[in-house]
């Protein structure tokens, strides 16, 4: 490997995110997959797992191993809520900048690597959302706050997300937040005759969770004023739509200081 190569670890390599991840990474040249982690596919080539020719790098489980066996730089996580913090901490230990995909980190995960990492002086980014169109989504809706306080969220995703809401959903709903300040909508008597039918509530905001399959990740923030709706949505209409942005993760990382939460503050 040559030495201006960013040496990039995969875990959940074999996932559905994962995948595309180690075909991203493969296509770009300043970029070497140096490891690729996950719990299944054990000794399969990265490479044949994606379709492409064979890399020489297999999927192991150990972590640990792949990174103190390789020149691993970045490591991009796409697994679940329990496997990424272990993950992080190896990584933390390691002195490997992350780049972290997997969405249900709560804030007391996230104060934990904002420790590790300001300890490790090693960059950490968190992105709940990769597509650059969902973080303009993202964005937009904050606009819109400033002139419309009465918004519900609803995102809509394959069945088999485990976490719900989605990490856009929360996120989306805590910028909506600061902008419009704290606001009581909707009928003060209101009451279900269906538990959770009107959905969850994030200060004040309602999230609505789809799950069927056929959907990959969608997300329409709307907004209701007097005689008028404004929708603001998004589509992931497959997962390639993640890895501009992820790829750029990977090449901004390393200039980060402690955690940053969201690809807009890299763009
Ligand atoms: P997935 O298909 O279930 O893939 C996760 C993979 O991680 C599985 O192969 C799983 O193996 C493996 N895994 C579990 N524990 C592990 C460990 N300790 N080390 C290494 N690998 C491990 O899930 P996905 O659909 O790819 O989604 C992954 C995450 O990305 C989710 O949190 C999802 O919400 C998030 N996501 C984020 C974005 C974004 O833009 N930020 C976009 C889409 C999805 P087993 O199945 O054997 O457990």
Redesign the pocket.
């Known amino acids: 490997m040559s030495d201006e190569k960013i040496g990039v670890v995969v875990?959940?390599?074999?996932?559905?995110?994962?995948r595309e991840v180690v075909k991203a990474v493969l296509r770009e040249e300043d970029l070497c997959l140096v490891g690729a982690?996950?719990?299944?596919e054990l000794g399969v080539d990265a490479g044949d797992l994606v379709g492409f020719p064979p890399t020489g790098v297999t999927i192991c489980?150990d972590?640990q191993q792949v990174i103190t066996e390789n020149k691993a730089d970045v490591l991009v996580d796409?697994?679940?809520?329990e496997?990424v913090l272990?993950?992080a901490r190896i990584a933390l230990n390691h002195g490997v900048s992350l780049v972290i995909?997997?969405?249900?980190l709560d804030d007391v995960d996230i104060e934990e690597l904002r420790r590790l990492s300001e300890k490790a002086g090693t960059g950490v980014l968190i992105?709940?959302?990769?597509?650059l169109g969902a973080v303009l989504m993202m964005s937009f809706a904050r606009q819109a706050a400033r002139y419309f306080k009465h918004v519900e969220i609803i995102e809509m995703h394959h069945d088999?997300?485990i976490?719900a809401p989605?990490?856009t959903a929360i996120r989306t709903a805590r910028m909506i937040a600061e902008e419009r300040g704290a606001f009581r909508q909707g009928h003060p008597q209101e009451y279900e005759k269906i538990e959770g039918v009107r959905g969850g509530d994030w200060e004040g905001i309602k999230i609505h969770s789809v799950r069927l399959p056929g959907l990959v990740?969608h997300q329409e923030v709307v907004f209701g004023g007097l005689g008028q709706v404004l929708t603001i949505r998004h589509d992931s209409i497959n997962?390639e739509s993640?890895m501009p942005?992820v790829i750029l993760a990977i090449r901004k990382v390393r200039e980060l200081k402690g955690v940053v939460v969201g690809l807009e503050n890299v763009l």
């Not at 875990?11 to 994962?18: E, L, N, Q």
């Open positions: 875990t959940g390599a074999a996932g559905r995110m994962g982690v996950d719990l299944r489980s972590l796409f697994t679940n809520p496997a272990r993950n995909g997997t969405t249900g992105a709940p959302n990769f597509a088999q997300k976490d989605s990490g990740a997962r993640f942005g």
